[in-house]
C-alpha cells in the first residue's frame, strides 16, 4: 500500500480525540510531502538536524515534533520553530528549552517523558524522579516552557499484557500529576506495533512510523 493509503486506513481508525504524530525520520522530502498532500500536518522526527532540513524544505504549517532524546547542545537550533518536544527526561534540559525559548520570545510545549519500559536503555524520568521535578522550584520559576503532558514508550516484546500494563502504569501517573498541573492535556504513548492497545489504556497521541511510511534502516 502507498503512504497515502496508510495514513487514511490509520487515521480513520483512530479515536476523534487521539492525535497521529507520523513519525518521518529517515523518509525523504518527497515521501513527506505525499503525507502532507493527503492533508497530514503533524510530524514526528528524531533528530534534530534531520527535522531542521526538513522543515526548512517543507510547508511552514506544518508541526514538527521532536520525539527523540534530546542533547542540551542542540536545544538552541530547534527553539524558533519546533511545536512540541517529547522527550524531555531532566530538569537540565527543560532549563535550556526555557532558556532558548526565551530568547526567542515563544513558549515551547513540552512532555516529560517517563521511563515504564524493563529495558535500561530507554530514557525517561521515574515516578519519583517526576515528583520532584513538578514540585521544584526551579521548575516553577521557568516561563518559557509549557508541560502539556506525558511521553513514554513500553518495552519492546510480544507480551502483549506487559505493554497493557505499562501504558496502564503511565496512565496513573498522567492522572496524578494532572492533580498538579491541571492543564496537561496530552498522554503520548503507543507507536506502530503498540498504538491499539495505547489507547486503550488512554492514549491521546500516537506516534507511527513504519505503518505509516514502510520499514526503515535506522531508528
Ligand atoms: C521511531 C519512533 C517511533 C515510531 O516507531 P514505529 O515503530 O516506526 O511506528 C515512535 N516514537 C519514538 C520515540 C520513535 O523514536
Not at 487515521?11 to 497521529?20: E, F
Not at 529517515?26 to 510530524?43: L, P
Not at 521511563?115 to 536503555?121: G, P
Not at 521544584?136 to 506525558?150: Q, R, T
Amino acid at each position: 500500500m502507498s503512504i497515502t493509503d496508510n495514513l487514511k486506513k490509520i487515521k480513520s481508525a483512530l479515536p476523534d480525540d487521539v492525535t497521529l504524530v507520523a513519525v518521518s525520520k529517515t523518509k525523504s522530502i518527497s515521501e513527506i510531502r505525499e503525507a502532507y498532500d493527503t492533508g497530514h500536518t503533524v510530524f514526528g522526527e528524531n533528530k534534530v538536524q534531520e527535522m531542521i532540513q526538513k522543515w526548512e524544505n517543507m510547508p511552514k504549517d506544518i508541526q514538527w515534533h521532536m520525539i527523540g532524546h534530546v542533547q542540551r547542545n542542540k536545544v538552541k537550533y530547534m527553539a524558533g520553530f519546533v511545536s512540541l518536544i517529547h522527550g524531555v527526561d531532566s530538569i537540565k534540559l527543560l532549563g535550556e528549552i526555557d532558556k532558548r525559548a526565551q530568547q526567542n520570545n515563544r513558549v515551547i510545549n513540552c512532555l516529560l517523558q517517563i521511563h515504564i519500559a524493563e529495558e535500561t536503555t530507554k530514557f525517561g524520568l521515574s515516578a519519583d524522579e517526576l515528583d520532584g521535578l513538578i514540585h521544584s522550584d526551579e521548575f516553577h520559576n521557568m516561563k518559557n516552557i509549557a508541560i502539556v503532558g506525558l511521553m513514554g514508550m513500553a518495552t519492546f516484546t510480544d507480551d502483549t499484557n506487559q505493554i497493557r500494563r505499562e501504558f496502564r502504569f503511565l496512565k496513573t501517573l498522567f492522572d496524578s500529576t494532572k492533580k498538579i498541573i491541571p492543564d496537561i492535556s496530552i498522554l503520548s504513548m503507543g507507536m506502530s506495533g503498540d498504538y491499539e492497545i495505547a489507547i486503550e489504556e488512554g492514549s491521546t497521541m500516537v506516534r507511527i512510523g513504519s505503518s505509516i511510511f514502510g520499514a526503515r534502516n535506522r531508528n
